[in-house]
């Protein structure tokens, strides 16, 4: 049985971090490209950040280059999201995707 778990989200103040892990079991993924995606209330479901098998390529959407850091354990087969310098704006459900699975989601609230 194919499982994505995502963890690590929380209520942070802006300007703070947090670090998302998405642990999959069901099969190994050192062959197949991750990603992170987000979905805010009222809004539709978008593409965060991409990183290919090996790890030596990565994508980010322009709203949050320079601030979120895409990475992968294979031997863990587990992918992160390291989240730096958040903003209100980076509020909402998380969600990884690898092939045609999905994970639960973990809610990230960025306010004071």
């Known amino acids: 049985q194919v499982q994505l778990v995502e963890s690590g989200g929380d209520l942070v103040q802006p300007g703070g971090s947090l670090r998302l892990s998405c642990a999959v079991s069901?099969?190994?993924?050192?062959?197949?490209?991750m990603s992170w995606y987000r979905q805010a209330p009222g809004k539709e479901r978008e593409l965060v950040a991409v990183?290919?098998?090996?790890?030596?390529?990565?994508y980010y959407a322009d709203s949050v280059k320079g601030r979120f850091t895409i990475s992968r354990d294979n031997a863990k087969n587990t992918m992160y999201l390291q989240m730096n310098s958040l903003k209100p704006e980076d509020t909402a459900v998380y969600y990884c995707?690898?092939?045609?699975?999905w994970g639960q989601g973990t809610q990230v609230t960025v306010s004071s």
């Open positions: 995707s690898v092939r045609m699975y």
């Open positions: 069901g099969f190994a993924i050192s062959s197949d490209g």
């Open positions: 990183i290919n098998t090996f790890g030596h390529s990565t």
